[in-house]
């Protein structure tokens, strides 16, 4: 009993000057387009984004209204990496860093497009 207590302490003392922070791997998150106003905070956007979306989603199947403050576009718009020009293509980009440090399957991008509009139309 007494030799765990030791191996546990020696295990705890090597690892006593590191913080939890530097241990724990954090989503990197890219700044969003220069000059743009979210639809709300970033606090409020972390917790609440996937309602605003599917409430979106209700105004737009069942309303017919294309576009709105919460559009999936506005924010493939602002959000899409200047590396990969997406926010679904690499690891770091906006939407998969979080989702993959959060653990949760994103898979809007399965039917909807993870760029902006005007570098769909860009391309060959």
């Known amino acids: 009993m007494a030799a765990w207590v030791g191996v546990a302490s020696l295990a705890l003392g090597l690892a006593g000057g590191v913080d939890a922070g530097e241990r724990t791997p954090t989503p990197s998150i890219e700044k969003a387009a220069a000059g743009t106003q979210c639809v709300a905070a970033p606090d ?17 199947v069942h309303r017919g209204v294309r576009q709105g403050r919460d559009s ?53």
């Not at 409020?44 to 737009?60: E, G, I, N, S, W």
């Open 44 to 60: 409020v956007m972390r917790r609440q984004h996937p309602q605003l979306l599917k409430h979106q989603r209700d105004a737009t």
């Open 72 to 124: 999936l576009q506005g924010c493939v718009g602002c959000h899409a990496s200047a590396t990969s020009g997406s926010v679904a293509q690499a690891k770091t980009d906006f939407c998969v860093s979080c989702h993959a440090y959060a653990a949760v399957q994103i898979d809007c991008f399965e039917c909807h497009a993870s760029r902006p509009a005007q570098a769909l139309a860009a391309r060959p």
